[in-house]
């Protein structure tokens, strides 16, 4: 009885994440204010989209710009790395000499309760946080922005390697700071779980940059966070369920993920900007309210 209701822990998280997602998305839509709104809205998108298009900054395509850019990105990168070393030394001071507490509990009763086709489930769903399978999505989806971006091609592929070595030997460093064995059924399992950090600020970092390039929205945002989300959780369930890793290590390993991650969206919106939504083209904007034209003078 008690091993079906731990395999349903995975299912109800899920849950939980996307049904707070959507909460969250209904509470940013924008009700119209009048039904007579409507041919006004559609007659000042030219106007809006020149507005916020005027507001971008400046492209920055030539190799000089991209040089000073990309040098900027990767120091602050850098910075926002040793401010979130410093932070997950403090917390590994906490979870290596206290954690057994309730590491120990939680890891002989999910041992005990394990399904064994959840368990096999577990083990596919599990390598979504691999090195190789997140390094592989997050330079495929660079190249993909780079050859799709509008302006700052360089950003994607940047961010991302940066991203790849920065977290490696960030990770490294922690792991030589704090030797901690893993469970008795993975001794290498260490703090923290690099698998929970990988989804986190891998799969973040792409969804960010996707978001940012062809979005700007707070729906697409909410959305794109639940997603990330349900990754982070995925991985850190299916660490803990297959005993790879305690569940301090597991939480350790998504909070580190978050906090890089935070780094990295903070320097490349240092970078480029703060991200623009997406607008209706000027051109069907106009044609739209000539066919529709608004019931009154526009203000």
């Known amino acids: 009885m008690f091993r079906y209701l731990v395999a349903l822990i995975w299912p109800a998280g899920m849950v939980i994440i ?40 400046p492209p920055g395509s030539s190799i000089g710009d991209a040089v000073a850019g990309s040098g900027k990105l990767i ?11 410093g932070v997950m030394c403090l917390l590994g001071l906490l979870v290596v000499n206290h954690g057994h507490v309730i590491d120990k509990p939680v890891f002989h ?110 729906g697409a945002a909410i959305w794109a966070a639940a997603a990330v989300a349900a990754l982070g959780f995925n991985e850190a369930f299916s660490r803990v369920y297959l005993s790879l890793h305690w569940l301090t290590d597991a939480l350790s390993g998504l909070l580190y993920g978050g906090l890089l991650l935070a780094g990295f969206i903070l320097a490349v919106r240092m970078v480029g900007g703060r991200a623009v939504p997406a607008r209706i083209d000027p051109f069907r904007s106009a044609v739209k309210a000539d066919m529709y034209p608004a019931e009154g003078p526009l203000t």
């Open 18 to 57: 996307f049904g707070a997602a959507l909460l969250a998305a209904r509470g940013s839509q924008v009700v119209p204010d009048s039904p007579g709104t409507t041919g006004r809205a559609a007659g000042q998108g030219a106007r809006e989209a020149g507005r916020h298009q005027s507001r971008r900054t």
């Open 75 to 85: 120091v602050i990168s850098v910075a926002g790395a040793i401010a979130t070393f």
């Open 109 to 218: 009763w999910i041992h005990a309760h394990q399904v064994h086709a959840v368990a096999a489930a577990m083990k596919r769903l599990t390598k979504i946080g691999d090195t190789w399978t997140t390094w592989g999505a997050a330079i495929a989806a660079a190249v993909c922005l780079s050859v799709a971006s509008r302006e700052r091609r360089w950003v994607a592929p940047v961010s991302v390697a940066s991203l790849i070595v920065i977290d490696h030997f960030t990770t490294l460093a922690l792991r030589h700071v704090f030797e901690r064995p893993g469970p008795p059924t993975s001794p290498l399992g260490t703090y923290p779980s690099g698998g929970c950090d990988r989804c986190i600020v891998f799969y973040g970092l792409i969804a960010y940059l996707i978001w940012r390039e062809f979005s700007g929205r707070r």
